[in-house]
């Protein structure tokens, strides 16, 4: 209230400017084993050290197999974690949030395969499978909006892609994504991940004009997101969007580049977390965009 100017950083700071410091020690190591002419395993393990955080430890391995040219395929396996954030662990005086510096890491086993199809040196598709279950996930506490590891995730899905050069410097791709699962907090469990699109698909065309031009375009689609089990409110709408990309550049390397996103001027929400905006994150509309640089 009133027309002067406060400075809250003692009275009400945004952030426990005493604890919010992290000293964090690194240790991995990796390798690739050829097995054979066909097979080879790659492993990668690690850990780290953070101050207030206690020890953590990765792992992932993955099995390649090419039986012929054309053929791939790749399993993996990983365990891994997510350090908390400074707001998770640092935030003070935040209606819709409080830090919590007691916070530990989430943890995150996944399994994944993997076929890639390579008919041409120019062309590309594959299909991979994914399964991944989160404990410890950090989510705020209905009641006080406090950083808790009280979540737990159990993710399923499918990504597909599709590449190809259609000419010298012409290329076309095509990607589509699938995802399903449960949220498990406290005693509630729902049977979908909030926040999350269930479907999405992207295509991009890049086509040579001439010698020094060329365009490309690229399409977006993304289904509706739900809410948490205690917002009320309706999920954020399904939308579709597209770009187009002109570029110029010469011999020596110098490029200019010009955008415009979100040709169609659409207007997409992403949600909002309880206790914050009314309304969600407005998106902006259409916007041009100019980049120039040189490659040396």
Do not use: C
Not at 73 to 81: P, Q
Not at 210 to 221: D, H, Q
Not at 246 to 258: A, I, K, R, S
């Amino acid at each position: 209230n009133g027309t002067d100017l406060v400075d809250y950083s003692d009275s009400a700071p945004f952030l426990d400017k005493n604890a919010a410091q992290r000293h964090t020690d690194e240790f991995y190591l990796g390798d690739m084993i050829e097995l054979s002419d066909q097979l080879a395993l790659s492993l990668n393990v690690g850990a780290t050290k953070a101050s207030n955080i206690s020890f953590h430890s990765y792992k992932r391995a993955a099995l390649v197999f090419q039986p012929y040219r054309q053929h791939i395929l790749k399993f993996m396996v990983g365990d891994a974690y997510r350090l908390p954030s400074w707001q998770e662990m640092y935030t003070l005086n935040n209606p819709a949030r409080i830090g919590n510096p007691d916070l530990e890491p989430e943890h995150a086993i996944s399994y994944e395969t993997q076929y890639l199809y390579k008919p041409t040196a120019d062309a590309s598709m594959g299909i991979n499978l994914f399964y991944i279950h989160n404990t410890e996930q950090i989510t705020s506490n209905t009641a006080d909006h406090t950083f808790q590891n009280v979540g737990e995730r159990n993710i399923l899905g499918f990504e597909t892609e599709f590449r190809e050069k259609i000419g010298e410097d012409d290329n076309v791709a095509f990607s589509y994504s699938y995802i399903s699962g449960e949220t498990i907090k406290g005693n509630v469990t729902t049977d979908y991940l909030p926040f999350a699109s269930q479907h999405m698909l992207k295509a991009a065309l890049s086509y040579a004009l001439a010698p020094e031009w060329k365009v490309g375009l690229i399409g977006r689609y993304s289904s509706i997101k739900e809410r948490r089990p205690n917002d009320n409110r309706s999920a954020t709408d399904a939308f579709t969007t597209a770009d187009i990309v002109l570029g110029w550049e010469n011999y020596q390397g110098f490029y200019v580049q010009g955008a415009i996103k979100n040709l169609a001027d659409e207007i997409y929400r992403y949600p909002s977390p309880p206790s914050t905006y009314q309304d969600d994150y407005p998106v902006e509309g259409r916007t041009y965009w100019v980049r120039t640089g040189w490659k040396f």
